[in-house]
């Protein structure tokens, strides 16, 4: 597409229930990252794929957090048993995955967990 | 480790330059990039500069790079109402991946 897309743009969701969040990157973009961001902070990184393998998911703060993009395209961070302390804007990028790598970002998936 | 350090807050009148810095820990920077968000908006590039130069021009922004003290700003000539945003500084980093480390953010407010 032409750009990022981030699917829902907000999700409101209870305590201990599971989300799913949904980023389908600019196509051709073989580097497709996903940030945390929350209020009055800069972005965190969280996991980034180069093709359909997890290069660096450094970020993830714990198990209950999982991202897959099983064909290289698509991608959907996953997050279990969600609690308050999730709720902040998630963010996903793609990129060329080359030279300057630049990111273009979609416009965020807004989290508030009750 | 990474830490990228921003000042918070800059309010400017409108037509003055903005001048925004941002200060980085690791020497090992490859990349440095500015990315504006403007509410409720994702982060938009803006510019980015080698970190072999010293400065990057492109229309009314001036990126410059001091290597030796880390420091970075960029410099919005004849700031306009609709530069009001939060401006992020980031670094990718040599053996880091392609992933970027943003600073705090420095939110610019531009008055009449």
């Known amino acids: 597409g032409a750009g990022v897309s981030q699917t829902p743009s907000n999700k409101v969701t209870e305590k201990g229930k599971y989300v799913e969040l949904r980023c389908d990157p600019i196509?051709?973009?073989?580097?497709l990252y996903w940030y945390r961001q929350s209020l009055g902070q800069g972005p965190e990184f969280l996991i980034y794929f180069q093709g359909t393998g997890a290069a660096d998911d450094s970020g993830l703060p714990n198990d209950r957090f999982f991202a897959v993009r099983p064909e290289g395209s698509v991608s959907t961070l996953k997050i279990q048993r969600t609690e308050r302390g999730d709720s902040a804007v998630y963010l996903c990028a793609s990129s060329l995955g080359s030279g300057a790598n630049v990111l273009t970002f979609g416009a965020g998936s807004r989290l508030t967990v009750l | 480790g990474e830490d990228v350090e921003q000042s918070l807050f800059l309010s400017v009148r409108e037509g003055d330059s903005s001048v925004i810095n941002c200060t980085y820990t690791d020497s090992s920077s490859t990349y440095l990039y500015w990315y504006k968000q403007e509410p409720g908006a994702g982060l938009q590039l803006l510019t980015y500069i080698f970190s072999n130069m010293d400065m990057k021009q492109d229309q009314r922004l001036t990126v410059l790079l001091n290597k030796k003290d880390k420091h970075l700003s960029l410099r919005i000539a004849d700031t306009q109402t609709g530069d009001s945003a939060i401006y992020f500084c980031?670094?990718?980093?040599?053996?880091?991946?392609?992933?970027?480390?943003f600073g705090t953010g420095t939110q610019l407010k531009v008055e009449l």
């Open positions: 196509s051709g973009h073989t580097a």
């Open positions: 980031a670094e990718s980093l040599t053996g880091g991946g392609n992933k970027l480390t």
